[in-house]
């Protein structure tokens, strides 16, 4: 045939007529399927493609195969005549035909083929049943990549209750599909707090109705909630602490926040003060104290060691503190009032309690100084386990680690151990009382492969770097393994699912996402404003937010000077500049009262006690005593 003819000649038709293949080898684990395609042929050309699932007859049930490789036994190809193939399949399952014709799928293999066996593309509806999940609570997330008219269905409380990671390069659409799946969990699970971890400030806009932002400008974390090891990560900039005066502040914090109790005491009581029992006080114990009653003591155990080589390490430590209080990147841990207990508010603020219809609370990380972050971390975390243990598992919450490598490294010796030590009991122990872990990072091989175990729901998402690839590799069990060839090339918003959530490995495309809420839509709304010719660019407000991310360098020097010494005499609210006293950071505080005021309280069946968050705050504070 000419080559001028050949533009006329219309296209060859993709028509899905069965073809048969016949087993000529099989193992425990994979077969090769003989088959011929040309052009006697009349099938697609993608009939046999890699990627694909076949079926082979095996008495009245069906085995599963994905295609993994295709070859060609004398590894020549000649055109215009029909050409004798290899397909190499995995064996994934089994599809049995039931006695009232319905059909069932079982991830195990009871009858193997036999050589001779008829192969062929699966069935639309063997496809079906494979994938309709026969696991509770079920929603579809998109659908699968090899039949675009079958949902990909995920069991919500499987994919909570055992913990997720979502895996996938830079640019691949990771962001998204957690945004997808938090929006699908809190429809289906209303009962359900979130909180997320987000490094990039992208999260606050995915879900406008549903969330709450706090950022740095605009919340208060005091920092007699951190425990000593969080407190002395901040004291010490990141930096290697010196025992010393880590001691010393574990011997003084407690006697700081004895003498905010007495001195509390003489003002007023109440009964959650009257519950309260300072006997038995330690410095991890989230009470309230003043830093200037924590710098008389360091200045009255100074005295007491005059001309004794104890002095300068006192010395130092009080510098660092005064230093601390007097960084303006560090007002979210003093800007509260020291005189007030504000613990329940905090609480309540963050991990959404009530929820009041807005059961997501995006914790912004960026703009915090670097050397605290992982301090920040650990507290949250920490936090909502003993939030989950304290209400006997009333308060149940998600928390959504971004970037996750950032806190629990692969290195055993990198990282901040308390962060580490509190999303591992998360991922162990957290199921048992109803805390919650989603791990999101682009670097699996970075991350601690301990955390990622735990986590038996797995989306992997586009993955280049071969240590990557294997670590998912060594995630999967059982069948499926060849799916993981597959990573270095899937398209974006594609996924390969795997773990307890679904009922097989399986390829899928993610649902695609409105754009006003995808995450970080107002940055890429204020880059699209840019393109179309807007050419407004306020210097000054770019400026302002530079130096408030910047405010101040590390400051914990020795020669710090002795200008700090009026906040021993001063309290710490009242030497916070008033730009810091904004509504938007007062607004929350008063929050509780607020919803006191509006909200009547529901009826309570008189046999089941009332939950309340007074009571949660005495228990969380007995059990850390």
Known sequence: MSAEASPSEPPRPLVRNRTDGHVIECNGEKAIIYAKTGASVSV????????QLISIQVASSRVVGLVYKVDLPNAQWEQGIDQSIHIHVELVGQVHTLTDGTLRFSSGIATYPHMGAIAHRIRSADLATIYT????????????????????MISIDSLVSRHFAVLGSTGVGKSSAVSLLLRKIVSQRPDLRVLILDPHNEFASAFPEHSISIDYTTF????????????????????????????????LIPVAKERFASAEATVATSLLKK??????????????????????????????LDGKPDRPTMKALRQRLQALVADPRYRFMFSAPTTMDTMRQTIGHIFRVPKNNRPICVFQ??????????????VLCRMAFDLAVSSDGRVQTLVVCEEAHRYIPADANGGFWPTRQAIARIAKEGRKYGV???????????????????????????LGNERDQEIIRGAITGASQSTIGFLSSIANREAIAFGEAVPTPMRMMFETIAPDQLPAAHMARTQQSV????????????????????????????????SFESIISEPIASQRPSAFQDPARLQWRNLDAAIRK?????????NTERFRASDLIRTFRNDKT
Request: include cysteine; hydrophobic fraction near 35%.
């Open 598 to 606: 509006e909200e009547p309280p529901k009826p309570q069946p008189e």
């Open 275 to 304: 519950d309260r029992d300072y006997s038995s006080m330690t410095a991890d114990t989230p009470a309230p104290y003043r830093i200037a009653d924590l710098i008389k003591l360091i200045d009255e155990r100074i005295g007491q």
């Open 531 to 562: 393109r179309l010719g807007d050419s407004h660019i306020s210097l000054d407000t770019i400026l302002m937010r530079m130096r408030q991310l910047n405010a101040a360098e590390n400051t914990s020097n020795d020669d710090t000077s002795d």
């Open 220 to 251: 208060d974390l005091p920092y007699w909630l951190f425990r000593l090891e969080e407190f002395a990560e901040a004291v010490f900039r990141g930096r290697p602490t010196i025992p010393a005066e880590v001691d010393a502040l574990r011997d």
């Open 44 to 51: 697609s050309e993608d009939y046999w493609a890699v990627g």
């Open 436 to 462: 919650y872990l989603s791990v999101v990072t682009q670097r699996p091989g970075e991350l601690d492969p301990t955390i990622l175990s735990q986590c038996s729901t797995v989306f992997a998402m586009r």
């Open 365 to 378: 990380l960026a703009g915090l100084p670097s050397e605290v972050v992982n301090s920040v971390a650990s």
């Open 133 to 152: 999940s026969t696991l509770t609570n079920t929603v579809s997330v998109g659908h699968l990549s090899q039949n675009a008219d079958i949902p990909a």
